[in-house]
């Protein structure tokens, strides 16, 4: 469910509300019992309360209903859930599944697009099945090591090569990094030789 809650809204908004609503929902059945008006008193900080309340409770149906209250493990059928997008999918396999997949939301796109100068043809290139497929390629195969990539992965997309002003001299990456080596490394040639 905490997917589903991410939704456009973030880790520190949902991690207000996650505890409470664990213990009122614990299980998809717990969910689909509860009424609507429920979910949404206990969601209503994250904003969009009406449609993610629909939302959270029809996951929980379909939960109920198909998997008899269980997340499943595959792929395919995880991509079958309402709500469910590729993002969440790998998300639910790395996490609760333990299976080493990438987790290729805006922050590690931009991360491997500058890194390895992967480029997308897509509007979002995080719907990219190119990038996808670059991702896990990139990926530890290990669960363990592959979550802790990931947290790596946002750290360094959070702390050091955010969107705007990047902080490029003082990445860990940026011996490897084509986008430090095409824009920071090649404006500071360039300036330096036009002061001969």
């Known amino acids: 469910m905490a997917p589903l809650l991410l939704k456009r809204t973030t880790i520190r908004q949902v991690a207000r509300i ?7 929902f614990p299980t998809p059945h717990a969910l689909l019992s509860a ?103 990139i990926v530890p195969k290990d669960p363990d090591l592959a979550e802790r990539f990931h947290f790596g992965i946002l750290d360094l997309a959070r702390k050091i090569c955010r969107a705007r002003d990047p902080r490029c001299d003082i990445c860990p990456m940026k011996d490897l990094c084509s986008y430090y080596a095409n824009s920071v490394r090649g404006r500071k040639v360039s300036t330096a030789l036009s002061s001969y």
Request: glycine share 6%; charged share 35%; net charge positive.
């Open 18 to 24: 996650y505890e409470e609503f664990m213990r009122g």
């Open 35 to 137: 009424g609507e008006k429920d979910v949404k008193k206990i969601i209503k900080p994250l904003g969009l309360h009406n449609k993610r309340s629909k939302e959270l409770i029809e996951l929980a149906r379909v939960l109920v209903d198909k998997f008899n209250g269980e997340v499943p493990c595959d792929k395919e059928k995880l991509r079958e859930l309402p709500g469910v997008g590729e993002y969440m999918v790998s998300e639910v396999l790395l996490r609760a599944c333990r299976k080493p997949e990438p987790l290729l939301d805006i922050n590690m796109t931009r991360v491997v697009k500058r890194i390895f100068s992967v480029k997308s043809a897509k509007k979002n290139p995080y719907k990219d099945p190119v990038l996808w497929s670059f991702a896990k390629m």
